[in-house]
């Protein structure tokens, strides 16, 4: 079944502040019907409020409107992510002044507020939902679209499976990547061979194994699927889609799980794809945006919410110019995303994966909230202008 996804593009017709992006998030709102859903509820706004010194998340201005809303609508609103980010989110200009409600630590103030979910995938058991989120009646889950090491792309979905996790199980589920073997000792013959795998790496992705000195340890979310190592492992390291795929599935797990703590109908997915950079906001840093603006995306169904602003994405290319010197486009098969964190992380599969444990529907209709206007101008006949004598 279609999903109605609500957009904002960030294009202008006029100068004129209305037809920017946070008086279009505002049409969005009232399209969702934000205001009579919210009434009486306990509203956790998810964010991501950075680290550090990014300055690319959702920007105040934005999360202001959406707190504002459910006020007007009756709902108690309060933001909230994960301790460490909530910790100093005033020194990136989120406060409650600013914000206009209050900020909560998703998981506790030492990540002990939570609520045990058992669950079995690969090495994950169990997952540890924050009690903020536990405790809220409506979800809002407010995410940046920007590039992500591990699965190429992160938003909203992302937003919910590692942003409303403890310590423990965002841990746990970073390591499902390792859990199908990819080292195998008897087709490395020496150290010599173990050696020449590890520095064929140009990322250092390959690293020894501090548990085991005869192995290898493959960070994840450094290797891009260049396949250089492939030229002299001889079979000894593999470089395998599936242990990949499996991040991005678990992502879809869990937010499967904390979607689950609400009733149907009371959650809400808003995804601003604004000044994107190649790595999530986990960096602590904002370099120079990789991909165009795309504007706002919101929907009843997440799955569907992800797909219209991929499929956005996936018009645009990579601004070559503004990637960091260390990244390479090793592809420029599949969305752009791949093009930069390698084919093996493919957020049109992670959609698929969703969609079959009934997170959404990868179907939507877009619906433009104030369409671009494209000016006619009538043709000018210009004056040639005199030869200087
Ligand atoms: S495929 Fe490329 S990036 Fe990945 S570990 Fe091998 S050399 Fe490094």
Not at 10 to 30: G, S, V
Not at 206 to 232: A, G
Request: proline share 6%; net charge negative.
């Amino acid at each position: 079944m279609s999903s109605k996804v609500f957009w904002g593009s960030p294009r202008q017709t006029q100068l004129d502040h209305k037809e920017t992006l946070p008086a279009k998030l505002d049409l969005i709102l009232e399209k969702l019907n934000l205001r009579e859903r919210v009434k009486g509820h306990r509203v956790a706004i998810k964010m991501h409020l950075g680290i550090n010194v990014g300055y690319s998340m959702v920007h105040p201005v934005f999360v202001r409107r959406v707190a504002q809303a459910v006020k007007e609508g009756g709902g108690r609103p309060f933001v909230t992510d994960l301790p460490h980010s909530v910790a100093d989110a005033y020194t990136r200009g989120y406060t409650a002044e600013t914000l206009g409600c209050p900020l909560y630590p998703s998981t506790g103030i030492d990540e002990k507020w939570y609520i045990v979910h058992p669950y079995d995938y690969r090495n994950v058991k169990e997952f540890h939902i924050g009690g903020a989120i536990e405790e809220a009646t409506f979800l809002i889950d407010l995410a940046h679209v920007k590039g992500h090491p591990a699965c190429s792309f992160g938003a909203v979905i992302k937003n919910l499976a590692l942003g409303c996790m403890d310590g423990q199980t965002r841990s746990a589920m970073h390591d499902v990547s390792h859990y199908e073997p990819y080292f195998f000792k008897d087709k490395c013959p020496d150290e010599a061979t173990r050696v020449a795998i590890r520095e064929s790496c140009p990322y250092g992705a390959i690293v020894d194994d501090k548990e085991d000195p005869d192995s290898l340890h493959l960070h994840y979310f450094k290797c891009n699927q260049c396949m250089r190592c492939q030229e002299v492992a001889n079979g000894a390291l593999a470089i395998k889609r599936s242990n990949f795929m499996a991040f991005s599935e678990v992502n879809n797990l869990a937010a499967k799980l904390v979607l689950d703590t609400f009733e149907p109908g009371n959650a809400v997915f808003i995804n601003l794809a604004t000044h994107m950079t190649p790595v999530c906001d986990c960096f602590g840093f904002t370099g120079l945006p990789v991909l165009p603006d795309a504007g706002i995306f919101g929907s009843d169904d997440i799955v569907a919410t992800e797909m219209a602003t991929l499929d956005a994405l996936a018009k645009t290319s990579i601004i070559e110019e503004n990637l960091p010197g260390m990244m390479e486009i090793v592809t420029r098969e599949g969305h752009p995303w791949q093009w930069i964190h390698g084919p093996y992380k493919d957020p049109y599969e992670q959609l698929e994966l969703a969609e079959q444990i009934g997170l959404g529907s990868r179907e939507y209709e877009l619906i433009d909230v104030l369409p671009v206007k494209e000016p006619d101008f009538k043709q000018i006949a210009y004056i040639q202008a005199a030869p200087s004598s």
